[in-house]
């Protein structure tokens, strides 16, 4: 089988603090929109390969920075999710989206087994390695860990405007989810949604049921809302935010 990724092309997984002080780790499963060079641009325009099909907008630099404030391992996706995506289970119907909210996929149509599992251990299997023997790690050295998926999510979708600003999504509501949806409703100036836009489901998600629900850990799923996460500006201004809430977080949690 070819290798998806030549030598000189990016990881597809960035690691950041691995051995960062905090309790919490940071995962961002769609932080990136790099594509390998062998599938060009999977007959997409650069205009589409911008827009949130193909990546989280904003939450790298969100991530980035709740990393540096909170001393806080993260772990980040390079590649499209359009390629593969890394939350959902390999072989489900929108792991490799032949149609990707109205825009259709075209380098994503008729793949071979052989191609799809070139993706899978080229992009998504390095990712999920890369959290589950960081969590392993820690685990072995009896480090307490709080698990945060980061996300965000387009303000329109086919053609529906979404009024959540921010969303705390979980599967099973967790004492962590509700102490997160308590903090942001008592910040005043907030749309917070409990499971919206999105709900987590074993079906539909991957990172949170595996390495979150799958070992115990206290975990929640954060969406914010692209428009509020533009710029640099904003993104360090929600990841100010988003730390000082965790921290009261896991302060409360602490007291349980």
């Known amino acids: 089988m070819t290798e998806l990724l030549a030598l000189d092309e990016p990881a597809p997984v960035r690691v950041l603090r691995p051995d ?3 309790v919490f780790v940071l995962a961002a499963d ?39 404030r909170l001393d806080a391992t993260a772990v980040l996706q390079a590649y499209s999710r359009l390629v593969i995506d890394c939350n959902r289970a390999p072989g489900h119907p929108t792991s490799i989206p032949t149609i990707s909210e109205l825009t259709p996929i075209p380098g994503n149509e008729g793949l071979s087994p052989d191609q799809r599992t070139a993706r899978r251990q080229a992009i998504f299997d390095p990712y999920h390695m890369a959290i589950s023997e ?3 790690a820690r685990a072995a050295a009896g480090r307490r860990t709080i698990f945060v998926a980061m996300h965000s999510f387009t303000p329109v979708f086919k053609g529906a405007a979404r009024r959540v600003e921010i969303g705390v999504l979980f599967h099973h509501e967790t004492a962590l989810s509700r102490i997160m949806l308590d903090l942001l409703r008592a910040e ?3 749309v917070v949604g409990a499971n919206e836009p999105y709900a987590i489901t074993d079906d539909s998600d991957y990172t949170v049921p595996v390495h979150g629900e799958g070992r115990g850990l206290d975990h929640v799923e954060i969406e914010i809302r692209q428009d509020l996460i533009s710029n640099p500006a904003d993104e360090t201004a929600w990841a100010e935010r988003m730390a000082r809430l965790l921290m009261a977080a896991g302060t409360r949690l602490s007291a349980r």
């Open 20 to 22: 960062g002080a905090a």
């Open 30 to 68: 769609h932080a990136g929109r790099l594509i390998p060079r062998r599938l060009g641009t999977l007959g997409l325009a650069e205009s589409e390969l911008a827009r949130h099909i193909a990546w989280d907008i904003g939450i790298a630099g969100v991530t980035e920075a709740m990393s540096a």
């Open 134 to 136: 960081l969590l392993d």
């Open 188 to 190: 005043g100036d907030l």
